[in-house]
Each structure stands twice: as C-alpha cells, then as structure tokens.
C-alpha cells in the first residue's frame, strides 16, 4: 500500500522589518518573487517527473533563500522520487526544523517514512500533522495516518481515522475503499456497499475494489453484478493477486 505526497505550489509569505528602508524593503520583495517564481518552476518540473530541472530551479531558490521551508520539503520529495532515500530525509527534516508548523511537509514527510517500512515513525508525524484543524489537506493526513495504522494492525485506530477522513471529505475515495474492505471484514455489508458506490463514483476502479464489489455481489445474489466486475478483473487486472484470489474462489464455489 502507498499513502499519498503533496505537491502543491505554496505561496511565500512576504517578510521584513518596519524600519528597514525602501530600497532593502524592495529587495527583500524582488527576492521573495524570484523565489516564489523558481518554486513553481520546480513545481511544475516534477509533476512532469522532469527532477534534474526541478533540482536546477530549486537549487536557485535556496541561494536567495537557504532558510526556505518550502524549498527544502520540495527538494525532501524531488529526492524522494529519485530514490534518494538519504537526502530526502534530510531535507524533510531541515523543512520541519525550519517551521515545525508545515504541515504539508509533516504529511510528506510521514508519507516517505511510509514507504521506507518505517511505520512507527509514519505515525508519529502524521497524528502530529493531523492535530492543525486550520490545515486543508486534513482529510488524506487522516488517510494516509489510517494506512499506517493498518500496517501495525492497529485496526481501531484505522477505522477511526478513515471515519474521520471521510467526514472532513465525502469524495476522500482512498478512505472510502479502506472503510468499504474494514466494514466487510466485519461483516457489515450493506455499509460495504455503500462505501464501495461512493469509491466508484469518483475513483475508476482497481483489482482491489473490483475483486471487493465480486464478494458484495455474490453476498447480495447479484449475479449479473458479479459477471461483469469479474469481466473487468480479468481483462483490466488479469495478472493481479486479486484476480488470482478470484480464480481459486471459482474453483472453491
């Protein structure tokens, strides 16, 4: 399982002090543009997974301003996706320093620790991040914290984080299948339907919820239902473990 990062281009806060002069006030303003303008250079460049440019942009950045906590959780993802798992941590870590208040690096931040297996620490960061109510991002740290969870099978902390994931966003699709696969765990399948209808309304689907909707359909003798998520098993996901896990509950039947 994954957990989502945040690429988002974040608006620099103009700084300076009331008693410095016009000319310095107006070279602090030119440089907080050019640093704002590099940063959406960078942006841009690695949605594009272009990174060498995104690194030659954000590089620029830091030369006008090395304390930037932007520029650093930037560069803490470029690495990321590079595989560069060292740097990366050490930027995320250098963007937290900076402003342990940057939630969108604290989310990004336990994210990488997601995927490095390292669970424990994913967690810590996360229900830290999930603490700022101001943050707008709230309802996939809660996601993201859910998944975590699930990996320490902390399984009520997960169905709690997932319930509020939803809450702060209907249309949260991720926390949708996750609470649609816990509630069919439990054995609360009209629930289970219903999430798994509100995942499908906004996400196209996976061999996860596909191989999900054959179960709930086989639950609820939809037959018709069945056969054509089965369909799509086979010829979108034919060589996923779901559609295996489908084919030996043929064989089972």
Request: charged share 25%; glycine share 4%; aromatic share 8%.
């Amino acid at each position: 399982m994954k957990i989502s990062l945040l690429i988002m281009v974040t608006m620099l806060l103009l700084s300076g002090c009331v008693t410095q002069s016009q000319q310095s006030g107006r070279q602090v303003a030119n440089d907080d543009d050019r640093v704002q303008a590099l940063v959406e250079l960078g942006v841009g460049y690695i949605r594009n997974q272009q990174y060498p440019r995104a690194k030659e942009n954000l590089s620029k950045a830091l030369k006008i301003d090395p304390d930037s906590p932007i520029v650093h959780n930037l560069f803490g993802l470029v690495f990321q996706l590079e595989g560069e798992v060292d740097s990366a941590d050490d930027f995320f870590r250098r963007s937290l320093k900076l402003d342990p208040s940057f939630s969108m690096a604290r989310n990004n931040y336990g994210a990488f620790l997601f995927e490095q297996g390292r669970y424990i620490e994913a967690v810590e960061q996360l229900e830290l991040c999930a603490e700022d109510r101001l943050y707008g991002s709230r309802a996939q740290v809660f996601e993201n914290l859910a998944v975590s969870y699930l990996k320490l099978d902390r399984v009520a902390e997960a169905d709690a984080a997932l319930v509020r994931s939803l809450q702060l966003n209907p249309g949260q699709a991720r926390a949708a299948l996750e609470l649609a696969v816990l509630r069919f765990d439990q054995q609360s399948y009209l629930e289970a339907r219903q999430l798994l209808s509100r995942h499908g309304r906004v996400k196209q689907p996976s061999a996860r919820s596909l191989w999900l909707g054959i179960q709930l359909a086989r639950i609820f003798n939809k037959s018709d239902d069945e056969a054509s998520q089965a369909l799509a098993l086979k010829n979108i996901f034919p060589t996923s473990q779901e559609y295996q896990l489908y084919q030996d509950s043929i064989r089972n039947l």
